[in-house]
C-alpha cells in the first residue's frame, strides 16, 4: 500500500516537472513562500550566531565585558 502511494506522489512530482506547473493552487504558492521564509530565518541566525561567535573570538579584550549593576545583598551573607 505505501508503494503505491509512493510511486503515486514520484509520479505526480514528475508529470508536474514535465508540465512547467510546479503551483497548482494558491496554498502551494503560500506554503512555498512560507517554507523558504522559515529557511530564510534559520539562515540568518546561523550568519548572527557566526558573527557573534568571530567577533568574541577576535575581539578578545582583558577588560571584563559586563559591569555589576546594583547592589549586593548582604542579608545572604553567612
Known amino acids: 500500500m505505501e508503494q503505491r502511494q509512493l510511486e503515486e506522489q514520484f509520479n ?10 510546479l503551483f497548482q493552487s494558491d496554498w502551494d504558492k503560500a506554503s512555498f513562500a ?4 522559515f529557511i530564510g530565518m534559520v539562515l540568518l541566525l546561523v550568519v ?6 568571530l ?5 578578545d579584550d582583558s577588560q571584563p565585558r559586563r559591569h ?5 545583598n548582604l542579608a545572604l551573607e553567612p
Do not use: N
Open 34 to 37: 512560507v517554507f523558504f521564509i
Open 48 to 53: 548572527l550566531v557566526l558573527v557573534r561567535c
Open 55 to 59: 567577533c568574541c573570538c577576535c575581539c
Open 68 to 72: 555589576k549593576v546594583g547592589i549586593d
Open 12 to 21: 505526480d512530482v514528475i508529470s508536474r516537472l514535465q508540465s512547467k506547473q
